[in-house]
């Protein structure tokens, strides 16, 4: 039987649900980094977001039980910052195998969740806990209210692009954690490693921002795709001018002949902000540590449905990503 | 390295998580079916609960994708139910692996995620999609807002003790679907089964009920486990007068050498709703459907921290229920 692919598989399984289905102000939390709905008296969003972390694929080796805890709970609060939206309250499922249900194991995964509440100022108020065979399994829900919400969906022509930090560590930690490469930069290797064990989620900057920006999604599965996600539900293209390199980033990538700007553009879970904006604020977002990296321009195919085209130094970048299942 | 219990893993991973770490109208949801929290201002509960269903674990054989979607659902339904809460939203993460990730299997799912929504009446906002090794996983976060909630801590000496339905039918269905047990009767052969394969949550009667119910579980782990953690949380105990057999029980239990009375208060996943109540709304509780099985009694050892007696026809209940983790 085939195998489909990531993108097929949400086609179809969530074709049908949300925003399509619904009438009511319930957004479309399959083309979102997160789902909301909005109270019509009160003009409140409560915005939710669910990620499931399964071990075996988004754990590193080397990553202590507590970093996964926290880290499942980092991934969910940097698609709320992503919106604009403070989480306020997160729900955690457990699946455990047998052989790791011991007391250093589930010491450590409390001691994790205990610092993402200590770190982003939320509440675990629920938790289910599991058996599974083979993986550790965390599944976090975080909800919080708003009064705004930035959309993927509001980049216009004349916007620039920009970034909330540097690209490229965390393909690059991956790659040292897994022993796969190495580095002679003692500040980049420990950065590198940290970017991955220590993810941070830009939230800060996410909720001191939200009122200047026209679009904003975090950079979970790489640079270009996420930049293609906002074109794409904006009906615009981008045009890049830079390329936001981490630094000592071109030095790794030489040492173990690799192309720095692979790294940038298709590494992922770097868990930046990747946002549009008019030039009016940029001062104050220039402030708050957002770079630019390009300018939002029409789409160069007019006709309707036409696929987005995201461009760097005048060459298409090539659109894809980080996908469960591909082959 | 010692293997944990699930009670024990419970306590270490969520005990400084909800009410006792947290100042404010939080519940504590690691002692009720659901978390929630209270607005101040707007006395309104916001109550919520994360579920993970471990396909390996808890779908039987002969169990169809949409059955397994649709089941994820209703056990978060029901314990919404059993706090007299309305579900409205619902996210869902999904893990599934490669050999799994075909059209048939998906669009399965996302066929039982659409019965359920239409069952009970809630929209699914978000989803998220992942891969495993080996198990599907569905983790659903059901929420709902509502004006008063059944906590499990409100049973008091006097009240009486009330079932939603009969019990047996899952324990006996799981047997029967896995060949260990066989029945002659088609009437019972059937509902067994279907109890497994499409369960249902007591939504509506949940619903009506609240306002006159003193305190409140689903049954998911077991009847006598259930009547346990009401007559903890409360600080009594329970004198039943009466085993809630399923019809056929008797027969199918005498048929393969099993105790019926295992089978009723020790089978679980029945989501019925256990619950306690003042006398003066027998009456009307009994034409919810709520038939009265037991008494509310004070708690016969007076110390402090004293555990729980369940009793039934003058014998303690043992206590025990259905914990993941044991060996």
Known sequence: METLDEESIIRLLWGGFGAGSHSGAVGDPFNDDAAWVRNSRRKKFLVAKADMMVASTDAPPGMTPEQMARKAVV????????????????????????KLANTSFISGIASGFSRAEAEYGLKIIGGDTNSTLED???????????????????????????????????????????????????????????????????????????RLLSSCIDCSDGLAISLYHLAQSS????????????????GFASENSLDPNELVFYGGEEYELVCTFNPRHSLMLSRLGISVIGSVVSRKEEKEGAAPKVTFESSVLPRRGWLHFKS
Chains 1, 2 share one sequence.
């Open 75 to 98: 991934a969910c609060v940097s698609d709320l910052a992503a919106k604009g939206v403070k989480p306020s309250y997160c729900l955690v499922s457990l699946g455990l195998p047998k």
């Open 136 to 210: 550790p399994i965390f599944d976090c829900s975080v909800f919080g209210y708003s009064d705004i919400l930035i959309k993927r969906s509001g980049a216009r022509i004349g916007d620039l692009v920009g970034v909330s930090g540097k690209f490229g560590y965390p393909p690059a930690g991956l790659l040292l954690l897994m022993g796969k490469a190495k580095s002679s930069d003692p500040y980049f290797n420990d950065r590198a490693r940290q970017s991955v064990l220590e993810p941070q989620a830009r939230l800060d900057l996410g909720l001191r921002a939200a």
């Open 235 to 250: 009906g615009v293209d981008f045009e890049l001018s830079k390329a936001p390199a981490g630094e000592g980033l071109d």
